[in-house]
């Protein structure tokens, strides 16, 4: 909620800030900073202007900061605010890169990205900076097994080839878990059945062995199976056939 100010307070305020924008235009940085805190920190916080010029001032120098103010603003007017917030969730993001915290650069690129129209003066570098990210983030959870969000970074990179590769390997892992649960409700005939079919599509896959060795054992388990039915019926000559082959 809005503060109440008094009028001769906002009035001062609005003198305060005034003086400051004049010291902006004069190259006394370090002095507008500081009157443009004041007014915030004791006359008046709402002050939409001082609260934009300070988040711009401190943009480049403090962007955590400069983001504080300029979410104030934005929420007491969003059309103004808006391109000044991603300005300052841009710098966030360069701050991030080079403290090599990459998901957070990638997350306020995303937010920037939110905040602008797709023709905005800096859609190119930006679009450029959230796909550079989202590349990197998605090569790092494919090395660390973590697909799903692979497949999300990549999709936001739009890499298609990151998205084929970590699709078929989701793919793969999901025939995996469906082969499991078959050998482990004995489900022998359909396991093996899955498994051909894994062989058949990824032949040269760093797992094919270990399908092959598992189909094995399915095909195995498969024929015990068989000659314990034709044993449960007495039928011993076709139980026999069946566990010499």
Do not use: C
């Not at 001769?8 to 010291?23: D, G, I, Q, V």
């Not at 004041?38 to 120098?61: D, M, S, Y």
């Not at 082969?179 to 396991?191: C, F, H, P, T, V």
């Not at 195995?220 to 026999?240: I, Y």
Request: net charge negative; proline share 3%; hydrophobic share 35%.
């Amino acid at each position: 909620a809005l503060l109440e100010i008094d009028e001769e307070t906002n009035k001062a305020a609005h003198a305060t800030y005034l003086n400051a924008r004049e010291m902006v235009r004069l190259q006394r940085i370090d002095a507008a900073e500081e009157s443009l805190s004041a007014v915030l920190e004791k006359e008046n916080p709402n002050h939409l202007q001082a609260q934009l010029l300070l988040g711009q001032i401190l943009t480049r120098r403090q962007p955590k900061t400069a983001v504080k103010h300029l979410l104030n603003a934005y929420e007491l007017f969003p059309q103004i605010a808006a391109e000044p917030l991603a300005q300052a969730y841009l710098q966030r993001a360069r701050q991030e890169e080079k403290e090599n915290n990459l998901a957070e650069a990638f997350r306020f690129t995303k937010m920037t990205k939110e905040l602008l129209p797709p023709d905005s003066s800096v859609a190119k570098e930006l679009g450029h900076m959230h796909k550079g990210y989202a590349d990197q983030l998605g090569e790092e959870a494919w090395r660390q097994g973590q697909l799903a969000e692979a497949l999300s970074y990549f999709e936001a990179a739009e890499n298609e080839a990151g998205q084929a590769t970590v699709s078929h390997e989701l793919a793969i892992q999901n025939t995996e878990e469906h082969i499991e649960r078959l050998m482990n409700g004995r489900s022998y005939d359909k396991a093996v059945r899955e498994l051909d079919g894994l062989l058949a599509k990824f032949p040269h896959h760093e797992r094919s062995a270990q399908w092959q060795q598992k189909k094995e054992t399915a095909e195995q388990a498969t024929r015990f199976q068989q000659a314990q039915s034709h044993l449960d019926r007495r039928e011993w000559n076709q139980a026999k056939d069946i566990l010499e082959t």
